[in-house]
């Protein structure tokens, strides 16, 4: 798969990165089993085979289970760690952490954040992070005690280069302004179901301050495709419904599938739009990697904006 510089980092990825949220099977840790911890080492390794190069992950991920799946698969396949980038989140903490009754919440304190990365290493048996990312905004971040935590973990080798996921592009900034190392990626979902970035700031932000964005739900959860088995409260509402004549015409002319034609759709913008594939489906893994040899139109394009807007540009 062709590849592409992460930010100004020195970092590469594939143009596709496979996300690593599902592949427990489930979201309860309770309910993992071997053929479930089995099934997502054999996703990992049928994405790696296909090309991808870039593992999205978090701590959060099945309570931490899918990073302990994508640490299996490392030590599975012994060449994996050192071709693809490995990539994960912290920030957020359950309820009940640390003592019960503790709500669900976000905690950029350097302590947790520190505590956080450590315990991620752990769980993927490796010794340094590629790219570690703010998961969701944390009301009560100080930017200055963020950048702290960030040099504390370069500074150890624990972690090469930082981002953020759903920031809004002011904290991004304020952030930035605080961090001596730069920011190389935003994480937000995009999809033809959800275009808030492109009118938001996100990818303008990301166009000239050279961030590479990262989409995700860019097959909005599955709805764009077969269906969608777990789906997030916000994407509920979804009705994707609307732009399927549209998407399936391009996909009919253009002899490929509503799936490939969505994600091709995010892979023409300027900016690098890096969609993050989340299905543990080895066929659907390969079938998307294909989006990468299909170039749309302009008219293309803007056909597919326009009937997911559902209503004619001004
Ligand atoms: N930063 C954040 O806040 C955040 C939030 C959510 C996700 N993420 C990241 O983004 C990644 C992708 O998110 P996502 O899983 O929602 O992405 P997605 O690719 O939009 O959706 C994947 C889901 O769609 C289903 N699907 C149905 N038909 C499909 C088809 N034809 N091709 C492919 N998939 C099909 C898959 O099921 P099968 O497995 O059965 O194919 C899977 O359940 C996650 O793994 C995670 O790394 C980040």
Redesign the pocket.
Same mark, same amino acid.
């Given at each position: 798969m062709q590849t592409i510089p992460l930010g100004v980092s020195s970092l590469h990825s594939s143009r596709l990165a496979y996300?690593?949220?599902?592949l427990a099977g489930t979201w309860n840790p309770a309910e993992v089993t071997a053929e479930g911890r089995a099934a997502g080492r054999r996703a990992v390794i049928t994405a790696y085979e296909a090309g991808y190069t870039l593992f999205?992950?978090?701590d959060i991920y099945c309570q931490g289970e899918a990073e302990r799946i994508l640490g299996a698969a490392l030590k599975e396949v012994p060449e994996l760690r050192q071709r693809v980038v490995i990539a994960t989140?912290g920030g957020i903490r359950p309820a009940g952490d640390p003592q019960a009754g503790a709500p669900a919440r976000y905690d950029f304190s350097a302590q947790h954040l520190v505590r956080a990365c450590e315990q991620s290493l752990q769980r993927l048996g490796i010794e340094t992070i590629d790219l570690y990312m703010l998961?969701?905004p944390d009301y009560l971040a100080d930017p200055t005690e963020v950048a702290q935590a960030f040099s504390q973990l370069k500074d150890a080798a624990k972690v090469c280069y930082f981002g953020v =996921?759903?920031f809004r592009p002011t904290l991004l900034t304020a952030l930035q302004a605080a961090c001596p190392m730069p920011l190389v990626v935003h994480?937000v979902?995009i =999809?033809l179901a959800k275009l808030d970035a492109f009118t938001d700031g996100t990818l303008d932000q990301c166009l000239v301050e050279n961030i590479t964005p990262l989409a995700?739900?860019?097959?909005?959860? #599955?709805l764009i495709?077969? #269906?969608?088995?777990?789906l997030?409260p916000s994407q509920k509402a979804y009705r994707p419904e609307k732009f399927f004549p549209a998407l399936d015409a391009v996909a009919r002319a253009r002899g490929t599938s509503r799936?490939v034609v969505a994600l091709a759709w995010l892979l023409l913008h300027p900016s690098k739009i890096l969609p993050?594939? #989340?299905?543990?489906?080895p066929d659907?893994i390969q079938?998307?990697a294909t989006a990468v040899e299909l170039e749309l139109t302009r008219e293309e394009w803007y056909q597919l904006l326009i009937a997911a807007r559902g209503e004619p540009l001004p």
């Amino acid at each position: 798969m062709q590849t592409i510089p992460l930010g100004v980092s020195s970092l590469h990825s594939s143009r596709l990165a496979y996300g690593c949220w599902r592949l427990a099977g489930t979201w309860n840790p309770a309910e993992v089993t071997a053929e479930g911890r089995a099934a997502g080492r054999r996703a990992v390794i049928t994405a790696y085979e296909a090309g991808y190069t870039l593992f999205d992950n978090a701590d959060i991920y099945c309570q931490g289970e899918a990073e302990r799946i994508l640490g299996a698969a490392l030590k599975e396949v012994p060449e994996l760690r050192q071709r693809v980038v490995i990539a994960t989140k912290g920030g957020i903490r359950p309820a009940g952490d640390p003592q019960a009754g503790a709500p669900a919440r976000y905690d950029f304190s350097a302590q947790h954040l520190v505590r956080a990365c450590e315990q991620s290493l752990q769980r993927l048996g490796i010794e340094t992070i590629d790219l570690y990312m703010l998961h969701r905004p944390d009301y009560l971040a100080d930017p200055t005690e963020v950048a702290q935590a960030f040099s504390q973990l370069k500074d150890a080798a624990k972690v090469c280069y930082f981002g953020v =996921s759903n920031f809004r592009p002011t904290l991004l900034t304020a952030l930035q302004a605080a961090c001596p190392m730069p920011l190389v990626v935003h994480q937000v979902e995009i =999809s033809l179901a959800k275009l808030d970035a492109f009118t938001d700031g996100t990818l303008d932000q990301c166009l000239v301050e050279n961030i590479t964005p990262l989409a995700w739900s860019p097959l909005a959860a #599955g709805l764009i495709g077969a #269906g969608a088995s777990r789906l997030l409260p916000s994407q509920k509402a979804y009705r994707p419904e609307k732009f399927f004549p549209a998407l399936d015409a391009v996909a009919r002319a253009r002899g490929t599938s509503r799936i490939v034609v969505a994600l091709a759709w995010l892979l023409l913008h300027p900016s690098k739009i890096l969609p993050i594939i #989340g299905s543990t489906n080895p066929d659907r893994i390969q079938e998307a990697a294909t989006a990468v040899e299909l170039e749309l139109t302009r008219e293309e394009w803007y056909q597919l904006l326009i009937a997911a807007r559902g209503e004619p540009l001004p």
